[in-house]
């Protein structure tokens, strides 16, 4: 049964007021078109969660979609800081931000222990932090087989988890190559998963290539084709990351009114990410990929 639906509808079904929201995509497909949506669509008290957020949650928090942040590091990537974050956090503005940090590892462990159906998984990674000391889940556990002092964190399953990657067909059976990150972790443990791709292709061509399926459609509730629909990010094979974006991002965000202007223009003010992508004009020419093919895989017997 075919799973293809526009990111409107994907939206407005499976992401509700409230709702805790994993955007995964480790400075690869991150899933800006999916983030732009829930801001047209005015989504409230949302949980986001992701091991980096970046400029995409920077845009969330200034558009008021956002009631706590679960997160491992916060910044601009190679630019500085995110200033719709700092003023969330630091006055309050456009409302109150409540935060709970992880290292990068923490987090992912606790997406994993999501996917296994563990309740905790355990790690070293605590030893000498100050996070156990302003995170109450992360907690002292001992092992039962050494006796050894380690941190647990306790799974994570939230409600919903929004992916980009390349290709998918239509029952959702996503491939993905290049930079995963956590982005199989996220999918297992949501209890639905919303995926954009740059490309819907047949059954046929997916199921030639299966090494590549890192989600598969069963785990897929809803798939979109919304190509550039990482950009600013990139994706491996179809654009580049948008470098002079992320860069100019420190400007735009210092003050409330230059960031709502840029809301106002590449957000509310285009009915998706098509129009987006035009507006983008020469930007989206010059950001596109080259051809360097690998080798063919014969996988025949």
Known sequence: MSKVMTTR???????????????????????????????????????????????????????????????????NPGVGSLYAFRRAVEQGRPRSLELEEYSHFGLALRLQAGAANLPFLPTRNFA??????????????TCPFTGQSLWAVPALHPDV?????????????????????????????ARCVVVTVEE?????????????????????????????????????????RDNDFYRRWEGISRTEEDLQGYLDTWVYGVSGRREYVERLGETAQRLRAASVLCEPVNYGY
């Open 200 to 240: 819907i292709v047949s059954s046929d061509l997916i199921r030639r290539d299966p090494n590549r399926t890192l989600v598969p459609g069963f785990r897929v509730d809803a798939v979109v084709e919304e190509p550039f629909g990482a950009h600013p990010s990139y994706v491996q094979g179809y654009y580049d």
């Open 128 to 141: 000498g932090s100050d996070l156990p000391r302003v995170n109450p889940n992360i907690l002292p556990v």
């Open 161 to 189: 988890a929004i992916l980009h990657a390349q290709r998918a067909d239509e029952q959702g059976n996503t491939q993905v190559w290049g930079l995963t990150g956590v982005l199989k972790e996220a999918a297992f443990a």
């Open 9 to 75: 509808d994907a939206v407005a079904r499976f992401v509700p007021d409230g709702a805790s929201v994993v955007m995964e995509g480790f400075t690869h497909l991150i899933p800006f078109a999916v983030g732009h949506e829930l801001i047209r669509q005015r989504r409230r008290h949302l949980t986001l969660i992701r091991l980096t957020p970046d400029l995409l949650f920077d845009q969330m928090i200034a558009a008021g979609c956002a009631r706590k942040l679960i997160f491992s590091w916060a910044g």
